[in-house]
């Protein structure tokens, strides 16, 4: 038995040596992650997909408002770091069925609105 034993040594420090490689290669540079790690990806990756999807909402809101032209300029004039909160006081991001408006897609509806507010002139 000890005889076999000091055989299959070296194979079994190969195979826990090899297992130990692949997995810090796997980890490290083959993309692998936790199952935590995915989970959090997923939710990030749903939630910028949300924003995306209802900021365009929230710009065309904006453009249903009455004082439009008066509200650009004001918007314009507000520091970048506090138009989500003007979006927000305005009621743009907040959509049909919210009491609500969420903070991001308050803050990218505002990048919107500005940055197609520069394409147009």
Partial sequence: MQELWEK???SLWGAVGGAIA????GFA???WVTGGTAQEMAEKSSREAVVARLAPICVEQFNQE???VQKLEELKEVSSWKRN??????????MPGEKEA???VASRCAELIVELAELAQ
């Fill in 8 to 10: 299959v040594k070296p």
């Fill in 22 to 25: 692949l997995a810090i290669i």
């Fill in 29 to 31: 540079w083959g993309g």
């Fill in 66 to 68: 009455a004082e439009k």
């Fill in 85 to 94: 909160d003007y979006v927000e006081k305005q009621g743009w991001a907040t």
């Fill in 102 to 104: 969420d903070y991001k």
